[in-house]
């Protein structure tokens, strides 16, 4: 045991440090929130019709409707048709107005959208039409992203530590989500968007260790929740921002440029002590114990700090270490699959803001409100009935929620969207769940790769979830079926998984015994009203005390 944990008692599980720790989060996730669905407001369906001035050069002083009625066929209900044009002829003026025209094909000179549009991603990168589907596949890529991001920055932190790879994370996302403003061409702005969503993915991963690894067990949760808040009310800025900035490039600058204020606060981001004791940097950790301290207005007894020793032969973990174990092997994949199905109903949910029948800015208004209270209510339930029923039971729900949507009629938009607005709240109490769960299953030397595994399943998960959208040209609900389902079958797997509710965090892969005991241990102490030291040592009395 690398004592650490010892020492965080006497520094304070929630002081000042700690405090200032979790408000230096706020301005990164706000950003997160507005990059995760920005594009949505970006691509607004406008009116629009082929570009047909060809006819211009045979009859220059026709009247706008005059060329529209020549040159466009009608759809069923008498409107033009905004994917198809009559063919083109070389005929006079007089030829066409008394034969008409016949033919059709597909626009070919691009199209025509109403002068006083604001710029948006759709009109002028003409995402209509035969590119309509380069909306949804754009958005994959930035799911993609968050992917690699996964992939990368979660061993990455585990070997150079939290403090850099969240300053390179926010270094990107600003760089690169101003540059998106700057883009010429559609497929640079995918690329751009691309880099973004693994600078996302660095960021909530990361933030969420360091956080975890400086709190103490009974206000974890408490923390890790309040920058998740701070998401929620990200979305609900977005919504604001989206209604007043109709210009894409604008809004992508208002967005995205605010993140560079989080350097001028670079040097009050400490390093996880837990991960410097974990590479054997004892000096740096006993000057960060001490700084914290400090601040928390607290003393370590020098007998205590000189106690702190790395583990015997502590080294870096790596992905296969996750299934060497059987405990961790069973973790591993639970928690990748329930990351996978809750990541597919969160973003089937909050991907079809547009597709509920409401207006879609006090959709997202709604969706990034109704988080807040999910957010702040899995504090309780974390704490009334643990990490692996509160796990389970979300899932679940949130599973049923778009089964029963799948079988509202078209004609019912309200009923829709209150369904879809409950199905957002527990999908994001479940995201949370997720975790702070996660967090405490996996042990200090590979917390991050354990982490960034289960993100990179989710982020899969994101990039599905656009493209099942698709579905939906074959029948409505196909999509609402697949994301109501599979969350059903994650959730009743987390069944599986050992509770960690009031357990310290495991520092390396070969402790005394495994999470899974530990945590049962300390489950069936706490319920005698005794929560057994790690190390062996004396009960605590706690039963006047609720720990997380």
Not at 38 to 43: E, K, N, P, S
Not at 90 to 107: F, P
Not at 307 to 313: C, G, S
Not at 474 to 495: D, E, K, Q
Request: net charge neutral.
């Amino acid at each position: 045991m690398s004592g650490v944990g010892e020492i965080l008692k006497t520094v304070g599980d929630f002081g000042p440090f700690q405090r200032r720790l979790v408000l230096l989060t706020l301005i990164p996730c706000l950003s997160v929130a507005f990059h995760q669905f920005c594009q949505l407001f970006m691509v607004v369906d406008v009116p629009h019709h082929c570009n047909t001035s060809w006819i211009r050069a045979v009859g220059p002083n026709l009247t706008e409707e005059e060329q529209l009625n020549l040159t466009l066929p009608r759809d069923a209900e008498g409107s033009y048709e905004q994917c198809s044009m009559y063919s083109p002829v070389d005929w006079d003026l007089d030829s066409i107005v008394a034969y008409g025209l016949n033919a059709t094909e597909e626009c070919s000179s691009g199209w025509v959208y109403p002068s006083a549009q604001p710029p948006s991603l759709l009109t002028e990168f003409d995402l209509v039409c035969d590119r309509k589907e380069l909306h949804d596949i754009a958005q994959s890529v930035y799911m993609m992203g968050l992917f690699l991001g996964s992939m990368i920055f979660g061993p990455l932190s585990d070997r150079i530590g939290r403090r850099p790879v969240i300053l390179i994370s926010v270094f990107l996302q600003g760089l690169f989500g101003v540059g998106i403003a700057l883009v010429p061409h559609f497929y640079v702005y995918m690329a751009f968007r691309c880099v973004v969503g693994a600078s996302v993915s660095g960021i909530t991963m990361t933030i969420l260790a360091l956080a975890t690894e400086w709190i103490g067990v009974s206000s974890r949760p408490k923390a890790v929740l309040s920058s998740h808040c701070c998401f929620a009310i990200g979305q609900m800025i977005l919504a604001g921002l989206s209604y007043s900035i109709r210009n894409w490039r604008l809004l992508e600058i208002a967005g995205s440029a605010p993140i560079f204020a989080f350097f001028f606060s670079i040097q009050l981001l400490p390093e996880s002590a837990r991960w410097l004791v974990t590479k054997g940097r004892i000096e740096e950790a006993k000057k960060a114990l001490q700084k914290a301290a400090s601040v928390n207005k607290r003393a370590i007894p020098p007998g205590l700090l000189e106690q702190l020793k790395p583990e015997t032969q502590t080294k870096s973990g790596g992905t296969l270490d996750l299934f060497r174990k059987k405990h961790l092997r069973k973790v591993t994949l639970i928690m990748s699959c329930a990351w996978f199905v809750n990541s597919l109903v969160y973003y089937g949910l909050s991907l079809n803001v547009t597709n509920f029948g409401l207006d879609f800015y006090l959709t997202q208004l709604a969706f990034g409100a109704v988080e807040i209270p999910a957010r702040v209510g899995c504090i309780f339930l974390l704490q009334w009935f643990g990490r692996k029923k509160t796990q389970a039971v979300l899932l679940v729900l949130s599973g049923l929620v778009c089964l029963i949507i799948t079988g509202i009629p078209e004609d019912q938009p309200v009923v829709t969207t209150i369904l879809a607005t409950i199905g957002k709240f527990t999908a994001s109490a479940s995201f949370s769940t997720s975790y702070v769960y996660a967090a405490e299953l996996f042990p200090t030397v590979i917390r991050q790769t354990g982490v960034g595994l289960c993100s990179m399943l989710a982020r899969v998960a994101g990039i599905v979830a656009p493209l099942i959208r698709l579905l939906s040209q074959y029948h409505r609900a196909i999509p609402m079926a697949i994301f109501g389902s599979a969350p059903v079958v994650g959730g009743l797997l987390c069944i599986l998984l050992p509770e960690t509710r009031g357990t310290d965090l495991a520092d390396d892969t070969g402790d005394g015994c495994s999470p899974a005991e530990v945590c049962e241990n300390a489950n069936s102490s706490s319920e005698n009203g005794h929560r057994k030291g790690k190390d062996g040592g004396q009960d605590n009395d706690d039963t006047k005390t609720t720990y997380f």
